[in-house]
């Protein structure tokens, strides 16, 4: 395994349709401007609740990136 160094950043992901989602959008979206993206860790799922029904989800991540030599 060659040796790396990350740096991590903390993104909320929100969805109607589910945490997995959330957290794909989170990662899809920081990919547009961030570079070998290679890990995540969800840190807080929270939702929104509506007449008992959930309407959303956020889910606050950790990202981890290598940094280019």
Known sequence: M???IYKHLELTGSS???IEDAVTRAIAKASETVRN???FQVVETRGNVNNG?????QVTIKAGFTLED
């Open 2 to 4: 060659s040796e790396h």
């Open 37 to 39: 993206i290679h890990w």
């Open 16 to 18: 109607a349709t589910s």
């Open 53 to 57: 029904k959930i309407t959303f989800w």
